[in-house]
T-cell receptor, first 115, second 110 residues
Framework: DAGITQSPRHKVTETGTPVTLRCHQT?????MYWYRQDPGHGLRLIHY???????DKGEVSDGYSVSRSKTEDFLLTLESATSSQTSVYFC??????????????FGEGSRLTVL | KQEVTQIPAALSVPEGENLVLNCSFT??????LQWFRQDPGKGLTSLLLIQSSQREQTSGRLNASLDKSSGRSTLYIAASQPGDSATYLC?????????FGTGTKLQVIP
């Protein structure tokens, strides 16, 4: 299994509070992604990173920011959480933007509930 | 815009049956296609990855095929077992973007 750790795995917070989710990888893969998974919508890309300090937006990036100061860590921040951001968040990694010979590898997910 | 469809959304079969899961995509300009399995409350586990130049990949009881020209991929599961019960997702890799289907939820009945 790919070495991907997400923290926290579960979090309950209140509307308007900031939240940071962390993804840590031990595979030294260049690309890291944050997805959210919601019933009826499947997996949607929030942001991705193609190197240290290099990030770009995905299809549902509003209300989210990311940072990558080290190859192994990719942080997702909700500056002011809203109920619509209640979801399961997945981190994924790949060797290349075309998902390389090994494809995408996923973490176990972080379940966020915004009350 | 790439659209990926998986039909049916849910499937229930008796143990031992061979089955086929379908994945259709609208844009044939893809780099690869990946099949995943997701158990309830868990992350996605990669099953098979097919590069655009390949026609199929096999792993144990699983065989995935790819027909780019028709925009279709199938995942064949031989001799299904209750432990195969999960949601199966396909993901189509395009230029700088991977598009996921919404999955087929499989239940294998003992």
């Amino acid at each position: 299994d790919a070495g991907i750790t997400q923290s926290p795995r579960h979090k309950v917070t209140e509307t308007g509070t900031p939240v940071t989710l962390r993804c840590h990888q031990t595979e030294n893969h260049r690309y890291m992604y944050w997805y959210r998974q919601d019933p009826g919508h499947g997996l949607r890309l929030i942001h991705y990173s193609y190197g240290v300090k290099d990030t770009d937006k995905g299809e549902v990036s509003d209300g989210y920011s990311v940072s990558r100061s080290k190859t192994e860590d990719f942080l997702l921040t909700l500056e002011s959480a809203t109920s619509s951001q209640t979801s399961v968040y997945f981190c994924a990694i790949s060797e290349s933007v075309r998902t390389g010979p090994g494809g995408l590898f996923f973490g176990e997910g972080s379940r966020l509930t915004v009350l | 815009k790439q659209e990926v469809t998986q039909i049916p959304a849910a499937l229930s079969v008796p143990e031992g049956e061979n089955l086929v899961l379908n994945c259709s995509f609208t844009d044939s300009a893809i780099y690869n296609l990946q099949w995943f399995r997701q158990d309830p409350g868990k992350g996605l586990t990669s099953l098979l990855l097919i590069q655009s130049s390949q026609r199929e990949q096999t792993s144990g009881r699983l065989n995935a095929s790819l027909d780019k020209s028709s925009g279709r991929s199938t995942l064949y599961i031989a001799a299904s077992q209750p432990g195969d019960s999960a949601t199966y997702l396909c993901a189509v890799g395009g230029y700088q973007k991977v598009t996921f289907g919404t999955g087929t939820k499989l239940q294998v009945i003992p």
